[in-house]
């Protein structure tokens, strides 16, 4: 069925599981308005307040950072902005009928986004002009890749589509039935590598495919007695092993060369899988976890609160950051797990953080950008 963000907030209700480890920790953080990093500035994009999704206000969109400009793209808004990071004003916008909801991806001198209607747009990334479009038929929630020539996604009918980067031409597509199933909002942005891109479906089934012709190397079917089987986070390749998650069905590190399970974890509600060193770090309903990516084995968990909708995580060298929604942006040591501050700028947040080195960017629900200054860097 539809996707929808109602049952991600339906199935906040529902009880989670995680494996073995150190006990969690749920030690409380000091909240401030400012926290105690110097705001660089701020930049509201529109002085109104839009919807999405019939929550208001509710900001699904995102940023990234490039070149001196932080681009934005707005789901409640409908709209892209690009932000001179020097000058703090926009250098240009681009305004749709209707909510971006995937990207910016940011490769060479192109942004790349899609819209709820299907549409993927190429645009220049100095005067923000459309350089291709190409028409996927069905939304595109989260689910957008670009790299080594191609631009990829997942669209809602659960098909997967590869373009030319240069001309939006379409390369190759593959396409698995549409799961019978309640799914979770969003797609699985697929994992393109030079020779092989990685595909979720929503219907439990992440395959390889080789990334210039489409032929399949190999296929597995995950979780595939879990109630939500869709994979809905981007897979992440460290060395030889695969790690991918799907809704309610755990956490899985597979072989790479041919997708065989090496080891699993029952963690429910993952939203990202990041990688540093010997570890995995993973943001979940579950809250946040540091996992030996050898092993599995949880060195340390996080709930910081029970049940909580968590963003995409940011992983620097020093900390970890998070958007919660109802809570507030967290802060986290990287290496012990502990809370150490929660940003309240009187607004929720649910759109991930962006690290770069020396500076956090955030994206609130009221659709405004804040640039903070931070003493770290992107980890890895």
């Avoid at 910081?304 to 940011?314: G, M, N, P, V, W």
């Avoid at 040591?333 to 809370?339: A, N």
Wanted: net charge negative; hydrophobic share 40%; glycine share 10%.
């Amino acid at each position: 069925m539809k996707n929808c963000l109602l049952f991600v907030i339906c199935a906040l209700l529902m009880g989670c599981a995680s494996g073995g480890g150190i006990e969690a920790s749920n030690s409380a953080a000091p909240r401030s308005a400012q926290y105690d990093m110097e705001l660089d500035w701020h930049y509201a994009l529109s002085p109104g307040i839009g919807k999405y999704l019939g929550s208001t206000p509710l900001e699904l969109g995102s940023t990234t950072s490039a070149g001196g400009v932080t681009y934005v793209a707005s789901t409640t808004h409908g709209k892209v902005v690009a932000i001179d990071e020097a000058t703090n004003m926009a250098r240009w916008t681009q305004t749709f009928e209707i909510p971006v909801t995937a990207g910016p991806v940011v490769s060479g001198k192109a942004v790349y986004i899609a819209l709820g209607d299907g549409a993927i747009l190429k645009l220049n990334a100095a005067n923000g002009s459309t350089i291709w479009r190409y028409e996927s038929g069905a939304a595109i929630e989260h689910g957008l890749s670009a790299g080594f020539g191609v631009v990829a996604c997942v669209n809602a009918n659960n098909r997967a589509i590869v373009l030319d980067d240069a001309t939006g031409a379409v390369k190759w597509r593959r396409e698995r039935p549409k799961s019978q199933e309640f799914t979770m909002y969003g797609q699985s942005a697929p994992l393109i590598q030079e020779d092989v891109t990685y595909v979720g479906f929503s219907d439990g089934f992440l395959t390889a495919y080789a990334t210039q012709n489409g032929t399949a190397i190999w296929t597995r079917e995950l979780a595939p007695e879990a109630r939500f089987k869709d994979l809905d986070v981007t897979p992440l390749r460290v060395d030889n092993m695969l790690y991918v998650a799907t809704s309610s069905g755990g956490l899985y590190a597979l072989s790479a060369d041919d997708g065989h399970t090496l080891w699993q974890r029952d963690i429910y509600g993952i939203s990202s899988i990041r990688a540093f060193q010997d570890s995995i770090y993973v943001s979940s309903q579950s809250g946040i976890f540091r996992i030996k990516r050898k092993t599995g084995d949880t060195v340390w968990q996080n709930i910081i609160q029970k049940d909580a909708l968590i963003s995409s995580l940011e992983l620097g060298r020093n900390a970890i950051y998070a958007s919660v929604q109802k809570y507030g942006l967290v802060v986290l040591d990287r290496v012990e797990g502990t809370l150490l501050h929660v940003i309240d700028m009187g607004s929720d947040f649910t759109s991930a953080p962006e690290l770069t080195p020396g500076v956090l960017t955030t994206f609130s629900n009221r659709s405004t950008v804040y640039r903070f200054f931070v003493d770290d860097i992107p980890a890895g």
